[in-house]
């Protein structure tokens, strides 16, 4: 079956740094990713969608990458701010609806 | 515009017991789907729901169903509470035009605690 799949290891980084998140997919070929925020306690806050041939995509400090080959997307944040401390969901798209990877948890620290 | 509204928030129930968790969509909005939320393993789909009809369905017990009003409004049901119904219900609504599945625009869940 598809899978979507997260590092579950918390990411830990110091405030300005670039926090690389990765997610790998499985089993299948998605036209798109998704990634969304979420925040303890709340539900999820979609942040950037990248479609398969779309290499790079760029939201602020935000950047995201798709690479067919690796089956991988990545997620980035530049400059980042303890404010940016969340857990960041993947997810692809399924019968109608998306399946989601289980998030990794950035921490910011000052 | 007004965001996804689910209620309650909170609720303890009893094991045996029975929920009913509602969900508003956005405005304009026909697609409802639910997702259950763990820490062990995080977002697992539920259902989703398209002008009244139930689309899809994840791999859930019959003990969770779910149906969806003329108005897109949705509710889920979840029948003889089990210690591990535990969980933060996320109802999701998009604009769920045919396959293509866009944004999805959570609420902020039902924290559900069976005790």
């Known amino acids: 079956s598809q899978k979507i799949e997260q590092n579950s290891e918390a990411l830990n980084i110091q405030e300005g740094k670039t926090a690389t998140l990765t997610c790998n997919y499985t089993n299948y070929s998605p036209a798109y990713l998704q990634w969304y925020r979420q925040d303890p306690g709340r539900g999820p806050v979609f942040l950037l969608l990248?479609?398969?041939?779309?290499k790079e995509k760029r939201k602020e400090r935000l950047k995201v990458t798709f690479d067919t080959t690796l089956k991988q997307s990545l997620f980035h944040i530049t400059a980042s701010q303890p404010a940016d401390s969340a857990t960041y969901l993947c997810a692809g798209p399924g019968y109608s609806t998306l399946t989601f990877g289980k998030g990794t948890m950035l921490l910011v620290s000052p | 515009k007004a965001g996804v509204t689910q209620t309650p928030r909170y609720l303890i129930k009893t094991r045996g017991q029975q929920v009913t968790l509602s969900c508003s969509p956005i405005s304009g909005h026909r697609s409802v789907s639910w997702y259950q939320q763990t820490p062990g393993q995080g977002l697992q789909f539920l259902f989703e729901y398209f002008s009244e009809t139930q689309r899809n369905k994840g791999n859930f017990p019959g003990r969770f169903s779910g149906r969806q009003f003329s108005n897109s409004r949705s509710e889920m049901n979840v029948s003889t509470l089990e210690l591990g119904d535990s969980a933060l219900y996320l109802c999701a609504s998009s604009l769920g035009r045919g396959e293509h599945i866009g944004e999805l625009f959570f609420g902020e869940g039902s924290r559900l605690t069976v005790l």
């Open positions: 990248i479609r398969e041939n779309e």
